[in-house]
Structures are given as C-alpha cells and as structure tokens.
C-alpha cells in the first residue's frame, strides 16, 4: 500500500520562535493584532508500507532520526491511503 | 603529527583552518573530503565552519548524518581531539557527541561581528594553554548560535566544567548585552564529556594572527598540538 504522510515539526512550547515574533511584528506594522505567531515546518512523504501502522511506525523513526531534533521540536504525524 | 580537516559541501572555513595549523603552526594537516571513510591516520580532527548542505533542514544536520561522522565518532571514542567551529559545532551537537543543540539567534540576524570571550576552564585539551578566566576576543559569523539545552543538561554541563567559553564584556562580565545571540548561560563553546571534543560559536582562526587584530584563537589550536605531542 502506498500512504501520504504530512508531518508538522514544531519548537517546543516556550522555546524562542524568533521568526514568528519577527511575523508577528510585521503583522502589527500593517495593522493587525495576533497574541502569537509560531513557524512550523510541514514535510510531506508518500511511502510504501504493509498497512498503516507500519507506515506511521517508519514516519516516527524517520522524526526521531533526522526530520526533528527532539532536543528542542515536537513533531505530529498524519497518514492517509493514496491510491 | 597529522590532522584532518574536514570538508563537506558548503564548509567554507576549511582552508583557514589548514592555514593556521600548517603555515602559522607548522604543523601537517590535510583536507578531507566528506567521503572519506577512514580516519585512523589521523592525530586530530577539526570540523570548520561554514553552510554544509546549505543548512537544509537544521543547521549541521545533515552533514551530522553522512557516514564520515561515524570515523569522526570512532575517534573521539579512541580519546583524540576533536574541533567544531561554528558549523562544526552545528554538527557536533546534531550528531550527538555534544549536549544541546543551536538554535536561530534571537534576534534573528546574521551577526559577524568581534566578541569577548572568558575562558571558564584550562582543563582541556583546547585551553590547557589559557589562564582561567583570561578574556579573549574572537569574532562570531553565525545566524544559528543561540546555545538551548534544558536545565538537568545545563547542571550537568556546570557539575562536570564542561563549559568551556562564555560570551562576556570586555570587563569579563557575562551580562545579557555580550550575549551575541541569546545562549542559556552566555555559553560560546562546551566539551564533551571526557573532554576532547570541543564545540565552540566563535571563530578562532580568525583570531590566529596580528595581521587579524587578535591572535588570543591561537592558543587553542597550540592546546591542542600540545595535547597530541604529548599523548
């Protein structure tokens, strides 16, 4: 089976988001009002897999060994069947 | 004596590193590709600085995972000395053999610029030739410096001095305004463990000579001349 994985790689909450407050400081500058900006990061990966627990088992280590440092990132995965 | 430096797509501080150690110290040191697969012939390795893989994905990450990085590990487990400049450190924390990991200055700029440094420790093999708690001055040229460990590894850093440099003002004050990129604790540069792998933000090659307004980074590549000779 082939599935589509999307995943998200975050900064821990509370970990400095330079980029989005830099964002959110140009979001004011035109006008707008936000509490908060965050960056994140979307990958997206098809792989073939048996089903699709084998599919969000390979995603997660492919997380934990490069896509995300774990030091300072959470990350979510997504999976879906695609034909 | 012989050292390896080594050069990945993008390392662009690796022929004044191989300057400094071949014609301002005497010393064989030899470029290698990032395809090398062996390293045993060597004494002592330092990884420069630059923008390996254009820093996709995280600053020093993939270069962290190309198989050299498993020679690299190999010899600091045999106890030689190992160099990351900049990059290098980059690579050194994505690959695991240093705690922590460098994140984008908090005021997300690129900062080249000349800075303090206190060296918090003469018990390596990159500072041996330093006194504790001389202030040096060797200039930063990064955007992903900001040093980020939590709080047990930052205790744990201080518990086993570890940290080797730290960003200060020319009274040798770690205040937050020489704090060049937002590090927890000013931290510029830390070591391992056991000590002989060093990662430090600031460039000491370009402090290696009169020519450059500050020859105080020598030091640290005659450390470590002095820390092989003597093993």
């Given at each position: 089976?082939?599935?589509?994985?999307?995943?998200?790689?975050?900064?821990?909450?509370?970990?400095?988001?330079?980029?989005?407050?830099?964002?959110?400081?140009?979001?004011?500058?035109?006008?707008?009002?936000?509490?908060?900006?965050?960056?994140?990061?979307?990958?997206?990966?098809?792989?073939?897999?048996?089903?699709?627990?084998?599919?969000?088992?390979?995603?997660?280590?492919?997380?934990?060994?490069?896509?995300?440092?774990?030091?300072?990132?959470?990350?979510?995965?997504?999976?879906?069947?695609?034909? | 004596?012989?050292?390896?430096?080594?050069?990945?797509?993008?390392?662009?501080c690796d022929l004044d590193i191989?300057?400094?150690?071949?014609?301002?110290?005497?010393?064989?040191?030899?470029?290698?590709?990032?395809?090398?697969?062996?390293?045993?012939?060597?004494?002592?390795?330092?990884?420069?600085?630059?923008?390996?893989?254009?820093?996709?994905?995280?600053?020093?990450?993939?270069?962290?995972?190309?198989?050299?990085?498993?020679?690299?590990?190999?010899?600091?487990?045999?106890?030689?000395?190992?160099?990351?400049?900049?990059?290098?450190?980059?690579?050194?924390?994505?690959?695991?053999?240093?705690?922590?990991?460098?994140?984008?200055?908090?005021?997300?700029?690129?900062?080249?610029?000349?800075?303090?440094?206190?060296?918090?420790?003469?018990?390596?093999?990159?500072?041996?030739?330093?006194?504790?708690?001389?202030i040096l001055s060797i200039p930063?040229?990064?955007?992903?410096?900001?040093?980020?460990?939590?709080?047990?590894?930052?205790?744990?850093?201080?518990?086993?001095?570890?940290?080797?440099?730290?960003?200060?003002?020319?009274?040798?004050?770690?205040?937050?305004?020489?704090?060049?990129?937002?590090?927890?604790?000013?931290?510029?540069?830390?070591?391992?463990?056991?000590?002989?792998?060093?990662?430090?933000?600031?460039?000491?090659?370009?402090?290696?000579?009169?020519?450059?307004?500050?020859?105080?980074?020598?030091?640290?590549?005659?450390?470590?001349?002095?820390?092989?000779?003597?093993?």
């Amino acid at each position: 089976m082939q599935y589509q994985a999307e995943v998200i790689i975050e900064l821990k909450a509370g970990m400095l988001d330079p980029e989005g407050t830099t964002v959110k400081r140009a979001l004011e500058h035109l006008g707008y009002e936000a509490d908060s900006v965050r960056t994140a990061k979307k990958y997206t990966i098809v792989l073939k897999a048996a089903d699709i627990h084998s599919a969000r088992e390979n995603v997660e280590e492919m997380c934990q060994k490069l896509i995300a440092n774990p030091i300072i990132h959470n990350y979510s995965v997504s999976l879906r069947e695609i034909e | 004596m012989s050292i390896a430096v080594v050069q990945f797509g993008g390392s662009n501080c690796d022929l004044d590193i191989i300057h400094v150690l071949k014609d301002v110290l005497g010393v064989d040191a030899e470029l290698v590709w990032y395809k090398e697969e062996n390293l045993d012939r060597f004494d002592g390795i330092v990884i420069p600085g630059g923008f390996s893989y254009g820093d996709y994905l995280r600053a020093g990450a993939i270069a962290a995972r190309t198989p050299i990085m498993n020679s690299v590990k190999k010899q600091a487990d045999a106890g030689k000395p190992v160099i990351g400049i900049c990059n290098g450190f980059q690579v050194l924390t994505e690959s695991g053999l240093l705690a922590g990991a460098l994140t984008t200055n908090n005021y997300p700029k690129f900062r080249c610029e000349p800075t303090y440094l206190r060296v918090e420790t003469t018990d390596t093999p990159f500072t041996s030739m330093f006194r504790k708690g001389e202030i040096l001055s060797i200039p930063i040229a990064h955007m992903e410096g900001n040093y980020y460990a939590d709080e047990p590894t930052l205790a744990a850093l201080e518990k086993n001095d570890q940290v080797v440099f730290r960003y200060v003002d020319k009274n040798g004050n770690a205040t937050d305004e020489a704090n060049p990129n937002g590090s927890r604790e000013n931290i510029a540069g830390i070591v391992s463990q056991r000590k002989n792998v060093l990662g430090m933000m600031p460039h000491p090659e370009r402090a290696s000579e009169e020519v450059l307004g500050s020859t105080d980074g020598l030091k640290v590549f005659r450390s470590m001349v002095e820390y092989i000779s003597d093993r």
